[in-house]
């Protein structure tokens, strides 16, 4: 027990060593791994997730769960193109209202679960259902059909997705780099992340220490929207199409990629450094299937094994009864034996 414990002190230290176990195995299964321009061209599909962790780590610190993210990305998606193509909005203006659509869905829900004291799973559930019906009435307020999707975008627009920095690192990694950075400092150095993190550990004791907790609780689910939010500009930008259904299927590689990356909502626990390694190697292990056979429609499979196990064996390593099991002494005859020579 002391060794799985020593273990998850450095759970990090463990993603690190996947990732580069990744790039070993497959690397070694298809040369196509090896090549970093088209490792990171396979990676922008998948940097929305990573952006997306980066904050629901913030509301499942504090005992919450966000499965809603998905369906605000499609919505922003949406509001972006409609906005822009049939209202006439300048483009970055139209982001801009996006931005502060995806907040206001984070603060919708963010208040029933702070303030009525309603299940998150419950109050996200219904949320995913009411953005995903609100992204396709926005859609029907569009002359394009909703099959087609809106298109053609202006230039200044897609050249989020187009321009990559030393010609080879996409700017869509170098803006997740950057959420990195102002997450980790947000949770990590400031009185804002302690607050989370205590409202986490006790909430009633957060409450006795002069902390709004509801306000913070309520606030981890706005950073969760405009994070959502953002990854869905980032991704119309990236395929140049708008559409209400981006990011439907975003849910269970996020929550993995929280999960995995040590964060646990019943304890208070958890970083953004550990989500942001945890979403790239599970990015990383959806490419490295992927090129080496394994179908698109099946890459979910091991996604879902992945996260029932990490469960299991962190629920293992903090569980008390299981950690008496297995501190039992296996041998007691030895102690009978000195017990005798006494």
Known sequence: MNKLKKLFVRWESFLV???????????????????????????NQFLPICIISLAVTFVMITGGMDIQAGSIVGLTSIV???????????????????????GLCGALSGFF????????????????????????????MSATEAYQGISNFPEAFRAISKTKVFGVVPMQFVIFLVLVVITYILLHKTNYG????????????????????????????????VAASIAGILLTAYLGTAKADLGAEYTLPIITAVVLGGTSNRRGSGGVIGSALAALA??????????????????DIPVGVLLVLVV?????????????????????ETVSKVEKVD
């Open 17 to 43: 060593l996947i990732i580069f176990l990744e790039f070993v195995v497959f690397g070694t299964l298809n040369s196509k791994f090896l090549n970093i321009t088209r490792l990171f061209n396979s990676l």
């Open 312 to 332: 299991s064996f962190r629920f293992a390593g903090t569980n008390p009864k299981l950690r008496k099991f297995f501190m039992k002494k296996k041998k007691p």
């Open 80 to 102: 972006v193109g409609v906005l822009w193509n049939d209202a006439g909005l300048n483009i970055f203006a139209a982001c801009a209202v996006a931005l502060i659509a995806g």
């Open 113 to 140: 679960v702070a303030f009525t004291g309603v299940q998150p799973m419950v109050v996200t559930l219904g949320g995913s259902f009411l953005y995903s019906g609100l992204a396709l009435a926005v859609t029907n």
């Open 194 to 225: 302690r607050k989370v993190f205590l409202c986490g550990v006790n909430q009633n004791a957060a409450e006795f220490s002069g902390i709004n907790s509801r306000l913070i609780i309520m606030s981890t689910y706005v950073l969760s929207g």
């Open 282 to 299: 599970i990015g990383l292990l959806r490419i490295g299937l992927n090129l080496n056979g394994l179908a698109t429609q099946y890459l």
